[in-house]
C-alpha cells in the first residue's frame, strides 16, 4: 500500500510539474489534487494482484484501509468492556490499574453473566483471614545444589528480538526491583537482560547463546554462560502452547545486526528454529540432558517447559524419572492458550491442551508415581489476575509466570502486529523509532507495581477463603458452571486420584 502511495506521489508531483507550465495557475491546483487519484485509479486497473481494486479502483483502497485499523476501530468504538480477545477490555484495565498503581475498584456490581455455563468462583469462607504473606517458593529437587528462591508471579519466557532492547530493559529492572524472575525466552542472554533482576535461562531448540556454528548444542559455550551469576534456573523449552510443536520464526527484518551477534547467527536472514531438539531424542536422552545440563551449571536448577500434548510421551517421561532417578527441579506447563509473537493460525488455534487440563494431567500424573514432592510445577496461560493465580495454585501449581500481561504493563495496547516489526508501542518490534517511545524507566515502574499489587491481590483471595498460605489451596475452593443450572467444585471435576493430599 505505501509503495503503491509513493510511485503515485511521484508520478503526480512530475505530471503536475510539467502540465503546470500549459495551464493556469487555478487549474493547476485542481490538477495537484486530481492528478494523484487518476494516477492511483490507473494504477489500480494495470496492477493484477488485488482483484479489488481492477473492478473499484481508488475507492478499493477503502477497504484496505480499513481493514488495516479494524484493531484499533474495535477496541476504540465497538468493544464493550467484557468484548475483547485475547484479553478483554476489562481485563486489560485492570493490568493497565495495577501497573500504574491507580485506583483498581470497579464500581456498582459485576458485569459478567455469573450463570454462564464455565463461569468459576471462589469459595469463600465465613471466617476469612487477613494479612496472608505471599511465601517464596524454593525450587531445587535432590540433585540441585543452588537451589532458587521464587516469587508466586514472575516473567514469562519472551526473547529480546520478539520484543525490544527497552522492553527487555524494563521488563528486567521491573523484575529486580520486585524481587522476581524474568525468564529470557529462547534468544539468548543480551545486555538488555543483565539489569540486576534474577534470570531463568531458556534453551530452546535453536541453542541460541550456546550453539555451535551448525546449530548444535555447545557445552562449553553453555557453561560460560549458565556461570552468569544472574541466572538462577535454565529452563528446557520443549513446547509453548501457542505454537506446540512448531518451532520458532525470527523475522528476517527483526533479526539485526545485534540481535544475530548475540544468538550466533547471520543478520537480516529469517531464522527458523526446528521444532524439536537435536541434543535428544527420547525421554531417557531428555533426562540425561537435564543431567547433563545440571553439571555444566554447577547444580543450578534445570527444568522444562512444555504445553501438554501426547499424554503418553509424557506418562513415558514420568516412568522413566522413576526408572533412572533423574528429576527435573521444575516444570512450566502452558496452556495453549498461551500468546506468542508469531504462530501459524492452525497450531495456534487447534494445537495442544488449555493450562486447566495440561496442569491437572502433569500434577496428577506426578503425583501417582511419587515424583511431585521434589519438582516444583509452575504455570502459565492468561493468568492476568489475583484470582486467575490463585485458581491454578489451587489446581496444583507451584507459582505462575505471565507474559501477556507483563507486556501489557509497559504499554502494549493488544494491536496485535507483533509479526509485524510496526507494534506502534515499541513493545515488540526492532523499529528505533518506534521503539524510543517506551521510556525504560517509567515502564519498569509498572513491572514492579503489576506484579506486587497483582500477588496481594492472590493473597487477599487465599485469606477470603479462610487460608494462611497459598500451598492450603485445594480443588474444592475453585467452582465451575457446568449449565445454566449446575455448579462443581474442580475437585468434582478433577478428583484427586490416589494422591496423598492434606484436606482442608
Ligand atoms: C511476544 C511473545 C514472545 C514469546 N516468546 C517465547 C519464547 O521465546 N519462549 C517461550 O517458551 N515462550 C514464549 N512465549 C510464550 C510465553 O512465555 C507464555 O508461555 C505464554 O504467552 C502464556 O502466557 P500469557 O498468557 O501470560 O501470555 C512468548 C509469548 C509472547 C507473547
Ligand atoms: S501493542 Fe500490539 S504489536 Fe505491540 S506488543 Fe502489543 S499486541 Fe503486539
Given at each position: 500500500m505505501r509503495k503503491q502511495f509513493f510511485i503515485t506521489s511521484i508520478i503526480s508531483i512530475g505530471l503536475s510539474i510539467v502540465l503546470g507550465k500549459f495551464v493556469s495557475s487555478s487549474y493547476y491546483y485542481l490538477l495537484f489534487f486530481i492528478l494523484p487519484f487518476v494516477v492511483l485509479g490507473c494504477y489500480d486497473v494495470i496492477q493484477t494482484k488485488r482483484s479489488i481494486l481492477r473492478n473499484f479502483?481508488?475507492?478499493?483502497h477503502l477497504r484496505y484501509i480499513f481493514e488495516s485499523i479494524s484493531p484499533e476501530i474495535q477496541q476504540y468504538?465497538?468493544?464493550?468492556?467484557?468484548?475483547?480477545?485475547?484479553?478483554s477490555r476489562n481485563q486489560r484495565s485492570l493490568i493497565y490499574q495495577r501497573a500504574k498503581g491507580v485506583k483498581d475498584t470497579h464500581p456498582f456490581?459485576?458485569?459478567?453473566?455469573?450463570?454462564?455455563?464455565g463461569y468459576e468462583f471462589l469459595a469463600h469462607s465465613i471466617f476469612p483471614k487477613e494479612h496472608v504473606e505471599a511465601p517464596r517458593i524454593k525450587i531445587g529437587g535432590p540433585?540441585?545444589?543452588?537451589p532458587y528462591e521464587a516469587a508466586l508471579l514472575n516473567i514469562s519466557a519472551m526473547s529480546f528480538g520478539a520484543l525490544s532492547n527497552r522492553a527487555i530493559e524494563a521488563l528486567n529492572i521491573g523484575a529486580r526491583e520486585g524481587g522476581f524472575y524474568h525468564n529470557t525466552g529462547e534468544g539468548s542472554i543480551s545486555?538488555?537482560?543483565?539489569?540486576g533482576g534474577d534470570l531463568v535461562w531458556q534453551i530452546g531448540?535453536?541453542?541460541?547463546?550456546?550453539?555451535?556454528?551448525?546449530g548444535k548444542f555447545d557445552p562449553e559455550k553453555f557453561r560460560d554462560c549458565a556461570?552468569?551469576?544472574?541466572?538462577k534456573m535454565i529452563e528446557i523449552k520443549l513446547?509453548?502452547?501457542?505454537?506446540?510443536g512448531h518451532g520458532g520464526i525470527l523475522p528476517a527484518d527483526k533479526n539485526t545486526p545485534e540481535i544475530a551477534g548475540i544468538r550466533g547467527l547471520k543478520p537480516y536472514t529469517t531464522v527458523f528454529s526446528p521444532?524439536?531438539?537435536?541434543?535428544?531424542?527420547?525421554v531417557n536422552g531428555l533426562l540425561k540432558f537435564v543431567e547433563q545440563l545440571r553439571a555444566l551449571s554447577n547444580g543450578k536448577p534445570i527444568g522444562f517447559k512444555l504445553c501438554v500434548g501426547r499424554r503418553d510421551e509424557f506418562e513415558e517421561l514420568c516412568d522413566e524419572m522413576v526408572k533412572t532417578g533423574i528429576t527435573p527441579d521444575f516444570i512450566s506447563v502452558d496452556g495453549a492458550e498461551g500468546g506468542t509473537g508469531a504462530a501459524p493460525p492452525e497450531f495456534a488455534d487447534h494445537m495442544g491442551i488449555p493450562l486447566e487440563r495440561g496442569l491437572v494431567f502433569v500434577v496428577d500424573t506426578l503425583f501417582a508415581r511419587g515424583l511431585r514432592e521434589h519438582i516444583k510445577i509452575i504455570c502459565s496461560g492468561k493468568i492476568i489476575s489475583g484470582s486467575s493465580m490463585v485458581r491454578f495454585l489451587a489446581l496444583g501449581a507451584d507459582l505462575c509466570n505471565s507474559a501477556r500481561a507483563m507486556m501489557l504493563a509497559i504499554?502494549?495496547?493488544?494491536?496485535?502486529?507483533?509479526?509485524?516489526?510496526?507494534c506502534p508501542t515499541g513493545v515488540?518490534?526492532?523499529d528505533p523509532e518506534l521503539i524510543k517511545g517506551l521510556d525504560v524507566k517509567d515502564k519498569s515502574v509498572r513491572v514492579t507495581n503489576f506484579q506486587k499489587n497483582t500477588v496481594k491481590a492472590a493473597m487477599e483471595i487465599v485469606g477470603a477463603i479462610g487460608?494462611?498460605?497459598?500451598?492450603?489451596?485445594?480443588?474444592?475452593?475453585v467452582i465451575k458452571n457446568i449449565n445454566a443450572t449446575e455448579s462443581r467444585l474442580f475437585s468434582e471435576i478433577y478428583p484427586y486420584q490416589d494422591m496423598v493430599v492434606k484436606p482442608l
Open positions: 479502483p481508488v475507492l478499493g468504538f465497538i468493544e464493550r468492556r467484557t468484548d475483547g480477545t485475547p484479553l456490581g459485576t458485569e459478567h453473566n455469573l450463570m454462564e455455563p540433585h540441585c545444589t543452588k545486555s538488555y537482560h543483565l539489569q531448540t535453536g541453542y541460541f547463546g550456546c550453539r555451535t556454528p551448525d556461570a552468569k551469576p544472574e541466572v513446547s509453548q502452547g501457542a505454537k506446540p521444532p524439536g531438539h537435536s541434543a535428544f531424542s527420547n504499554g502494549c495496547i493488544q494491536a496485535q502486529r507483533c509479526n509485524t516489526n510496526n515488540a518490534t526492532q487460608l494462611e498460605h497459598p500451598d492450603d489451596l485445594r480443588r474444592h475452593h
